[in-house]
């Protein structure tokens, strides 16, 4: 039996990156992740890797872009106003199609705001933030073991669609120590030979670009390919995880540690005999819609729970509509929410 | 009486690594001149199979089309990282940041920077022409005092704009590049000069040394709004006495 080992978030995501050979790593800092770099920088020298600490989050990024059009796997991790920065370069490795792994632990905002755990980045992360018709997949964790296992997870994904993989942790998360059992390499092999810049050695020449001037429709062309590959991915990608909604008269909706905060609510409201359910999107995008759809029918009430002021609920209802009652309950400036209060916002209703 | 055989020998041929498209660039602008001459020097040094080229945004934004090796294109100013990410994973390959004024001085002024003194070994070919060509003739950090541009249309005032900034100067201030010279192409001998700084820069790199930076002057006709033989003498009337030729560094 593999053994436990105690980690925190940010390391956590570091050693499973280099499980999944991550070996190129670019970041800078900003709290609340300094320990992924400070543990890339341990690590990385001693399995033939790189580290880097860029002159910003915007150097950092383009250097993922560079490390990944060489055709290595490479990531980056930031918090909220870092991940700003972070944006240019990911509409540009969207463009050009090429994988990487962002890691952002979400700090409360807008501005320099504060470095308590926060989600206030969810529009950031699933609906673009940068320019141009993009997604990228956006995976919300909960736990340590969560962060290591996803962090593979994430490095494949990556391959596997040539896009950006977000790991939307938060500062909590991205803090808390948890007793972990490390991953195994998934054992996925990705080809990259047709494309990654690697010197046209009896090849005609690679390019890596997002611009498309000619002919006149072929930046159109582009965007379809994008878009289809899009619409695979929230055909074959979607995760969620569902704990006690098989009989729940009560839905609970929450990612990242919001969901957790959650769990314990249900275990409240159960024990004092309200039947409470909790539904958590792990893919943030793909958007889990039509299993939220089988989940929330026939709800007395769906209750959205975030630290922020109501983002993800709008996916939740464009997913539900108005089948069924939907409220939300949203703290704000990196509080997190407390079990009493989701529990008192849902049992309210339920008397 | 018997016709002597006669040997025909190419004197100039286009270089292998230069592709056979035409260019888009403006009659008497400088970049098919570069791009012709870092294709000769990829073809002499043998290195066209192991080259990955990253075009910057600007008037070379299509540097790759014309170079026949692994091209890479690098969001404006971001060059530099985009070579540092390159190099990194592959650091037996010759990579080639292609960079104009606006790019290398404006808003990538931290990438500029910060790969030259962590000593990237990458080569930075640097083409000062003194303004913004593809957006049509803006000021840029190189544009001279009282120049007019279409955003100094009274000529640029260092009270207000400050003065052009000499980039070779600036670098040449770290202690990690290995070599960094200015040289122009306006005229023939001048050419000859920039092939072979170019030779150095990338043998530089090519021995592992270190990072070199090339900054070659040179012409925007359109952007300047002067025949193609004015402006070559322009680079050499107004550009080069504040701009200086030279080898700045050579280690």
């Known amino acids: ?351 | 009486m018997p016709v002597e055989a006669t040997v025909l020998k190419a004197a100039y041929q286009r270089p292998a690594s230069l592709s056979e498209k035409p260019n888009h660039y403006c009659p008497g602008c400088g970049h098919g001149t570069i791009h012709k001459l870092l294709a000769q020097c990829i073809d002499e040094l043998g290195i066209r199979e192991s080259t990955v080229l990253v075009a910057p945004v600007g008037c070379s934004v299509l540097a790759y089309s014309y170079l026949l090796v692994d091209g890479c294109e690098a969001a404006h100013g971001r060059a530099p990282a985009v070579a540092t990410g390159i190099k990194r994973v592959h650091p037996d390959k010759t990579v080639i940041a292609y960079q104009g004024d606006g790019d290398l001085l404006a808003i990538g002024t931290a990438e500029t920077i910060h790969a030259a003194n962590r000593g990237e070994k990458i080569t930075v070919v640097f083409v000062n022409n003194a303004i913004y060509g593809m957006t049509g003739g803006q000021m840029a950090p190189t544009t001279l005092q009282a120049q007019k541009t279409k955003t100094s249309p009274y000529g640029r005032s260092p009270a207000d704009a400050g003065f052009p900034i000499r980039a070779c100067e600036l670098l040449n201030t770290l202690e990690s590049p290995v070599f960094i010279e200015r040289c122009a192409v306006n005229t023939v001998k001048n050419v000859l000069r920039t092939k072979r700084a170019l030779m150095k820069g990338l043998r530089a790199q090519r021995e592992g040394k270190g990072y070199s930076f090339i900054e070659i002057l040179s012409m925007c006709p359109t952007g300047w709004g002067m025949e193609p033989r004015e402006a070559a003498a322009w680079v050499d009337s107004d550009m080069v006495p504040y701009f200086p030729l030279g080898t700045l560094r050579d280690r």
């Not at chain 1, 939307?168 to 494309?195: C, H, N, R």
């Not at chain 1, 959650?262 to 024990?271: E, I, T």
């Open chain 1, 1 to 351: 039996m593999a053994s436990t080992t105690l980690m925190k978030g940010n390391e956590a995501i570091g050693e499973a990156a280099i499980i999944a050979g991550c070996r190129h790593y670019f970041g800078y800092p900003i709290t609340p992740q300094n320990e992924l770099p400070a543990y890339m920088a341990l690590r990385m020298p001693k399995v033939g890797g790189t580290f880097l600490q860029a002159e910003s989050e915007i150097a950092a990024i383009n250097m993922v872009f560079g490390a990944a059009a060489a055709g290595a796997r490479a990531m980056t991790s930031s918090s909220s106003p870092g991940m700003s920065l972070k944006m240019e370069g990911i509409s540009y490795l969207s463009g050009a199609e090429l994988p990487a792994v962002v890691v952002n632990m979400m700090r409360g905002g807008p501005g320099l705001g504060n470095i308590a755990g926060a989600q206030g980045d969810y529009f950031q992360a699933v609906k673009g933030g940068g320019h141009g018709d993009y997604h990228c997949i956006v995976l919300a964790p909960w736990s340590v073991q969560e962060l290591a296992d996803m962090t593979v997870r994430a490095f494949d994904l990556a391959d596997q669609y040539r896009i950006v993989v977000i790991i939307l942790g938060d500062g909590f998360v991205g803090q808390m120590s948890e007793p972990i059992v490390l991953p195994e390499p998934s054992g996925k092999v990705f080809d990259k030979s047709g494309w990654a810049l690697t010197g046209a050695k009896g090849r005609d020449p690679h390019l890596i670009a997002s611009m498309r001037l000619s002919p006149e429709n072929a930046l159109e062309m582009l965007n379809a390919t994008l878009q289809a590959k899009y619409r695979q991915i929230e055909e074959c990608e979607r995760i969620r995880e569902e704990y006690e909604t098989s009989d729940a008269e009560y839905l609970l909706v929450g990612f990242g540690l919001s969901a957790r905060i959650c769990r314990s609510a249900v275990s409240v409201m159960r024990k004092s005999g309200v039947r409470a359910g909790l539904f958590r999107p792990v893919s943030l995008w793909p958007f889990p819609s039509k299993e939220l759809v089988r989940a929330a029918e026939g709800k007395r009430k769906v209750l959205v729970v975030e630290m922020n002021a109501g983002q993800m609920v709008e996916d939740v209802r464009l997913a539900v509509g108005a089948s069924v009652p939907l409220e939300f309950y949203g703290t704000l400036g990196g509080i997190t929410p407390e079990v009493d209060g989701i529990v008192e916002r849902m049992v309210a209703h339920a008397r």
